[in-house]
């Protein structure tokens, strides 16, 4: 089982980024993403199930952020607006091998977004 994160970089505040997590190996009932600021501890960011009825997202992205998947490709997605600083960090893509949605056990290398003010 492989994750594969992509799609950071370096954008201002106010701008963009669509990053995107390719799964290979087998499918899964719940993925999400996570983010880790500098010195700060990873914190959950968004969740979605296969079915993509069941979405869920942090406060602090409602709104700007919309995670989905693409399930012919296996893929992730996190697109995300009205970018902050403190959105500054390293995004994770993970994976849940059960059907709780809460067991992420498998986890991209993660992508690097930086937001300058």
């Known amino acids: 089982v492989q994750l594969q994160a992509s799609g950071g970089g370096l954008v201002q505040a106010g701008g963009s980024l669509r990053l995107s997590c390719a799964a290979s190996g087998r499918t899964f009932t719940y993925m999400a993403w996570f983010r880790q600021a500098p010195g700060k501890e990873r914190e959950f960011v968004a969740r979605?199930?296969?079915?993509?009825?069941?979405?869920a997202y942090a406060d602090s992205v409602k709104g700007r952020f919309t995670i989905s998947r693409d399930t012919a490709k296996n893929t992730l997605y996190l697109q995300m607006t009205s970018l902050k600083p403190e959105d500054t960090a390293v995004y994770y893509c993970?994976?849940?091998?059960?059907?709780?949605?809460?067991?992420?056990?498998?986890w991209g290398q993660g992508t690097l977004v930086t937001v300058s003010s």
């Open positions: 993970a994976a849940d091998p059960g059907a709780s949605g809460t067991s992420f056990n498998y």
């Open positions: 979605i199930a296969w079915s993509a009825l069941t979405i």
